[in-house]
């Protein structure tokens, strides 16, 4: 039997939710193990400055407290002017992030502190290609600030898909299974012999009731028990009837409570039509109704 086939509607979205929310934390938990911590960026990039002073052979100037201008763009400013040559921060830069594990593709812009201009710039880019301009220039003694933007790659969100195909599958499956028993409904009804029970088709033949288009699926002692009430509309079927005919005949030894539970098992199946009672008669058995 296709479990997902014979769940109700609102537990299909139950475990839709729940297996979206396991997702969305596992998801989270994983990009959280991803991130590099705030404080290991800002250590690293007051290095990458100390660096670049050191180079420039000022070894007394301070590099000033890393500034985050938005989520993935870092500012150094320096206490004092320097100089230095563009190959030195674009391979400084390079050494300094492969070593950390900071990020493979970032745009760098050095600007003048004064009128706030871009004077250098380049961009380290795994998949586009690095741009890499004014290779060799020497930049004068001067007040600077370094912007580097970390760029963060377009991966394919896995969980996303998740999220989207796993509830639809549950749907599908659901709209699936009410297809095809629409589909063995009219297949049975075509060709198949049926009583009337009230607004209910019996069709004995093949253990099953229909009401509109939603098909009951009986097991063999159901189908035995309903043909018997069948065939006994508005009278009484006795105990030792239905015990003999649907299991005493077949060498099986049951006690009165079988019947109980058989008949509450057909009241319920046959609970979509009002007019239909089974009806019990204290120490004799039930009495099957069509209003």
Not at 86 to 93: G, H, K, M, P, R
Request: glycine share 6%; aromatic share 10%; charged share 25%.
């Amino acid at each position: 039997m296709n479990y997902f086939a014979h769940m109700k509607p609102f537990a299909l979205f139950g475990s839709s939710i729940m297996i979206i929310v396991i997702l969305i934390s596992a998801g989270a938990s994983i990009n959280k193990e991803h991130e590099i911590p705030e404080k290991h960026v800002e250590v690293v990039l007051r290095n990458l400055g100390h660096q670049l002073l050191l180079s420039a052979k000022d070894s007394s100037s301070r590099v000033l407290p890393v500034k985050k201008l938005n989520e993935n763009t870092y500012q150094i400013s320096f206490q004092n002017g320097f100089g230095f040559i563009s190959d030195t921060l674009i391979n400084l830069i390079q050494r300094t992030f492969q070593k950390n594990a900071l990020a493979n593709d970032y745009i760098v812009n050095l600007r003048n502190c004064k009128q706030n201009e871009t004077v250098f710039a380049f961009e380290i880019n795994s998949q586009a290609g690095d741009l890499t301009p004014c290779r060799g220039r020497t930049l004068e003694v001067g007040c600077y600030v370094i912007e580097i933007e970390l760029l963060k790659k377009n991966k394919f969100n896995f969980f996303l898909l998740l999220l989207l195909i796993i509830p639809l599958s549950f749907v599908g499956f659901y709209v699936k299974d009410k297809f095809r028993k629409k589909e063995e409904a009219a297949s049975i009804s075509d060709n198949t012999e049926y009583i009337q029970l009230g607004n209910f088709k019996f069709y004995a033949g093949n253990n099953v009731l229909t009401i509109g288009d939603k098909s009951i699926t009986l097991t063999d002692k159901e189908t035995k028990a309903l043909k018997i009430f069948a065939e006994n509309i508005n009278q009484i079927v006795e105990r030792e009837k239905l015990m003999k005919e649907i299991w005493e005949d077949k060498g099986i030894v049951v006690i009165s409570r079988n019947v109980d539970v058989l008949v509450s098992k057909l009241r319920k199946k046959l609970s979509d039509d009002n007019s239909i009672k089974f009806i019990n008669v204290h120490g004799r058995g039930y009495k099957f109704i069509i209003e």
